[in-house]
T-cell receptor, first 113, second 113 residues
Framework: ETGVTQSPTHLIKTRGQQVTLRCSSQSGHNTVSWYQQALGQGPQFIFQYYREEENGRGNFPPRFSGLQFPNYSSELNVNALELDDSALYLC????????????FGPGTRLTVL | AQSVAQPEDQVNVAEGNPLTVKCTYSVSGNPYLFWYVQYPNRGLQFLLKYITGDNLVKGSYGFEAEFNKSQTSFHLKKPSALVSDSALYFCAVLGGSQGNLIFGKGTKLSVKP
């Protein structure tokens, strides 16, 4: 059984650019959630996908978008990058029941210059 | 709105001593509470959860947490701290029907030999 993996590990972009982050869920998990963790803060919920459909969204603008694929892997896309988008982006997978624990990947560190 | 608070930015403990990391919550309805740990440059690792049942929840690596409804608290505890327990600890509450987690700001635990 493999855990949650994310790519790339680190990424440097400039303001206005677009970025795509990738996540591979833990085997057997059909739900993926994305979180943004700014330096010195707890993770903030961006959105969740369940069986390829967006299942909930936090307080993030529409330039944050996502996809979940039939194999339950996922992408997070951010358009028109801003300096404040610099953060650790965490992907978490879980089984479909709400109360199951979420398993986190190691994260992608995004720096926007 | 659901929220958790971690009143201590840092907790310092000597190895072998008991440790407590504090968390209080504010929810409407029944609270579903979690503890995660984050090591440097790593994702979050699940420690334990409270959904219902016994107020004392046992988790990974010898950690446990006590749910106290009257004090709206969910403190993390360990009888004997290890240097390797030094990390960032996050308390979280289930935020909505889709299962997103709402995290506290985190508490840095430092265990000295």
């Amino acid at each position: 059984e493999t855990g949650v993996t994310q790519s790339p590990t680190h990424l440097i972009k400039t303001r206005g650019q677009q970025v795509t982050l990738r996540c591979s869920s833990q085997s057997g998990h059909n739900t993926v959630s994305w979180y943004q963790q700014a330096l010195g803060q707890g993770p903030q919920f961006i959105f969740q996908y369940y069986r390829e459909e967006e299942n909930g969204r936090g307080n993030f603008p529409p330039r944050f978008s996502g996809l979940q694929f039939p194999n339950y892997s996922s992408e997070l896309n951010v358009n028109a990058l801003e300096l404040d988008d610099s953060a650790l982006y965490l992907c978490a997978s879980s089984l479909d029941q709400v109360y199951n624990e979420q398993f986190f990947g190691p994260g992608t560190r995004l720096t926007v210059l | 709105a659901q929220s958790v608070a971690q009143p201590e930015d840092q907790v310092n403990v000597a190895e072998g001593n008991p440790l407590t990391v504090k968390c209080t919550y504010s929810v409407s309805g029944n609270p579903y509470l979690f503890w995660y740990v984050q090591y440097p440059n790593r994702g979050l690792q699940f420690l334990l959860k409270y959904i219902t049942g016994d107020n004392l929840v046992k988790g990974s690596y010898g950690f446990e947490a006590e749910f106290n409804k009257s004090q709206t608290s969910f403190h993390l505890k360990k009888p004997s701290a290890l240097v390797s327990d030094s990390a960032l600890y996050f308390c979280a509450v289930l935020g909505g029907s889709q299962g997103n987690l709402i995290f506290g700001k985190g508490t840095k635990l430092s265990v000295k030999p």
